[in-house]
């Protein structure tokens, strides 16, 4: 098994993210070999990059991509041990596997160790398309393939709202014809996985939430979802994130044929380097915001995906609870409805503020604590005592209130 020191693979996790996405291409034994370069995913997926680039002024994500292709089985090994491509020295944001044919065979017996290292513990993106997503599903549990293999067409697929999605808008849905070439239908599960690996010699065990979920969805011709993206999150820190797709924006999206079509390739990128937002909410409501000193206030907090879906199961969140003089901090776990509760009894006057997070989303709200809300016969001898030019304070607000 290779080594390399630890002091440097910490300095490649500290490495800040560049105006460029750097994208490792597997371009050794196993990639699409047709002659025909309209076809061809490496040469399409040029192309397309290349328009992108050039593009970038229209844009509203103004991220360039440079794709580093990589033949060497040893070259490509050291990207998933370090994270850093031993050529260029540039730290590597994206894996990108391509169509073809059982690529992870020419990369070593422990491919799947070192592939489940750099996702969930450098934390390098991963998009897969055809033969790339078979290899992602061989490796990881969150998704598996259901079908495929049914030669080439162009099935009717039905696009649902992601970040990654770049076609259709939150709330919408929408119905187009997608370039397919003997790629896997998929399942997915989102939720809890105990992922295991060996670096090293060393047998590493982490409990990970892979917050998946599908992006397009066969209609015909094959079973399952053609488009899936995910990512991965290990003690509340998000670690990588992967697409995986059965379909071929790439090839569609060939010398300016189809704009949305690279648009869709590109923005697959973007979601694994992390440089688009992760879709997910912390939506929060108090049953209370004006109250007296040891009267509760119920926080309720429900954690969404970006369609809405449920966060079930999920810890940490993280809520703080700032009042006038202190504040104090929780840990909470949603349950199988993404919810989570929390009671607050103030023990003080004034205002207190609440901010709930959980991996990359915040929510925030606040309550005053007061007075009690008082009943008009005290309304009426507050102002009676203003207009003969009585001091009105809150104690004596009370007093009158308590008789």
């Known amino acids: 098994m290779l ?36 076809t061809n995913c490496w040469t399409t997926s040029v192309w397309d990059v290349k328009w992108w680039n050039s593009h970038l002024d229209e844009m509203p994500v103004k991220e360039q991509i440079e ?25 590597i944001d994206v894996i990108y596997v391509p169509g073809g044919w059982r690529p992870e065979e020419h990369w070593g017996s422990d491919w799947d160790d070192l592939l489940r290292w750099a996702q ?4 390098i993106g991963y998009v897969g398309i055809c ?33 990654a999605n770049p076609l259709v808008n939150e709330g919408e849905s929408k119905v187009i014809r997608m370039y397919y070439a003997n790629g896997p239908g998929m399942e997915w599960k989102r939720g809890w996985y105990t992922v295991k690996y060996y670096i090293d010699k060393k047998l590493r065990e982490i409990k990970a939430y892979c917050d998946v979920q599908g992006v397009m969805k066969y209609l015909e011709h094959v079973k399952g979802w053609a488009y899936v993206a995910g990512r991965w999150i290990v003690d509340g820190v998000e670690k990588g994130r992967f697409v995986v ?3 071929h924006p790439e090839i569609m999206g060939r010398k300016d044929k189809d704009p949305d079509m690279v648009k869709t390739f590109i923005y697959a990128i973007l979601w694994a380097a992390k440089r688009l937002p992760s879709g997910w909410k912390i939506h929060l409501t108090l049953d209370k915001t004006l109250v007296s000193v040891g009267e509760a206030v119920r926080v309720v907090l429900r954690l969404v995906n970006s369609v809405g879906a449920p966060i079930a199961d999920f810890s940490p969140v993280w809520v703080k609870v700032i009042g006038p003089e202190s504040e104090e901090e929780h840990v909470l776990k949603t349950d199988e409805r993404g919810k989570a509760t929390l009671t ?51 104690r004596w607000i009370r007093q009158i209130f308590q008789g």
């Open 131 to 163: 033969a790339g997503a078979t290899t992602f599903i061989r490796a990881f549990p969150c998704v598996w393939s259901v079908d495929g293999l049914k030669g080439h067409a162009l099935p009717k697929v039905l696009l649902l709202p992601h970040p």
């Open 67 to 91: 794709l580093i292709p990589v033949k060497s089985s040893s070259r490509w090994r050291q990207i998933l041990y370090t994270g850093v491509d031993p050529v260029t020295k540039h730290r």
């Open 344 to 394: 607050v009894v103030p023990e003080l006057e004034g205002l207190y503020r609440i901010e709930a997070s959980a991996v990359d989303v915040q929510a925030t709200g606040s309550f005053s604590v007061g007075i009690p809300p008082v009943p008009f016969p005290v309304v009426t001898g507050v102002l009676i005592a203003a207009i003969l030019g009585t001091v009105v304070t809150q």
């Open 120 to 123: 969930l513990h450098l934390g």
């Open 245 to 247: 797709m059965s379909v």
């Open 3 to 38: 080594r390399w020191s630890s002091a440097l693979t910490l300095l490649v996790l500290a490495t800040p993210a560049s105006a460029t996405v750097y994208v490792a291409t597997w371009t050794g034994p196993g990639l699409d070999t047709d002659p025909n370069p309209e």
